[in-house]
């Protein structure tokens, strides 16, 4: 079974930037949607970015114009480019693929945005 697998995560200083990488160990297709979600301690997870194959992408208000979701076909890779990062901004990210058939998660990776 296909799996996703993370990484980029870690401390960065509020104002600083950082990438999350999503890589698929196969090929998945009939791909619908790339995203990424979050949760934070206490919350729900949430729907943070998310590119709906082609090219459009929704973003959750509170990181509009800072994040940005991206992918690499050739790399069977998802990104997501986190500048402007706040204390808010921390939690564990996971991304998410959705098929038409099957959602893939991947394992999560902690974001921690402190000084």
């Known amino acids: 079974q296909v799996q996703l697998v993370q990484s980029g995560g870690g401390l960065v200083q509020p104002g600083g930037s950082l990438r999350l990488s999503c890589t698929a160990s196969?090929?998945?297709?009939?791909?619908?949607?790339m995203g990424w979600y979050r949760q934070a301690p206490g919350q729900e997870r949430a729907s943070v970015a998310l590119l709906i194959l082609p090219e459009t992408t929704q973003y959750e208000a509170s990181v509009q114009g800072r994040f940005t979701v991206s992918r690499d076909n050739a790399k069977n890779t998802v990104y997501l480019q986190m500048n402007e990062l706040k204390p808010e901004d921390t939690a564990v990210y996971y991304c998410?693929?959705?098929?038409?058939?099957?959602?893939?998660w991947g394992n999560g990776t902690l974001v921690t945005v402190s000084s």
């Open positions: 196969g090929s998945i297709v009939d791909i619908v949607t």
């Open positions: 998410k693929i959705r098929a038409i058939d099957m959602d893939y």
